[in-house]
């Protein structure tokens, strides 16, 4: 069975407005928003002796701190525009947790939102962690650090959300393998 395109797919890209990071497009009926000059993200999951490292951080858009898996952009300045995804997930990771990962595997291009942003992140697996700082982000991130048992993660989640935390959908990922299994839903 062939599937089309929707008429849209064919009408030229328009930028409406566009800011040092962000820009908002339009491509017939279709609004939707971007990463500018181009620029994806590295999303890290760290899993380390059945603990997965996780990053509280407050977000503007959302308008209160949110839990994260550790991510970054790649890319975004003039020193690293030629970084690949592992290499701004080496960095984003010590940057953020204060852990260096001995590997690094890029998982493969995923999209969080794809009916309103078209931008994609590159899911990347880090394993051998070695803790060699702080972390915490750089200047102005005030980055906090979680280290939590992955047979912990769902109350850990339910506890950030009775704080008023966000939490992103990146998360999901890591609480279905505890509630999906091979032929369907797990109990409890």
Sequence with gaps: M????PPEADLPEEIRWQGKWIVAKQRGKWEYAGRARGIRAAAIIAIDEGQVLLVEQYRVP??????????????????????????AAHRELEEETGYRAAKITD?????????????????????????????????????????????????????????????????AML??????????????
């Design 107 to 171: 998982l493969g291009e995923f999209f969080s939102s794809p009916g309103m942003v078209s931008e994609g992140f590159s899911l990347l697996r880090a394993e051998g962690l070695t803790k060699v700082g702080e972390g915490g982000g750089t200047d102005g991130e005030d980055i906090i650090v979680h280290r939590v048992a992955l047979r912990e993660l769902g109350a850990f989640v339910e506890a950030k959300r009775a704080e008023g935390l966000a939490v992103d959908v990146r998360i």
């Design 175 to 188: 609480l279905m393998t505890q509630r999906i299994g091979e032929n369907g839903w797990l109990d409890g």
């Design 62 to 87: 959302l308008g209160r701190r949110c839990i994260e898996i550790p991510a970054g952009l790649v890319g975004d300045s003039e020193d690293t525009s030629d970084e690949s995804a592992i290499a």
């Design 2 to 5: 062939t599937h089309s395109k």
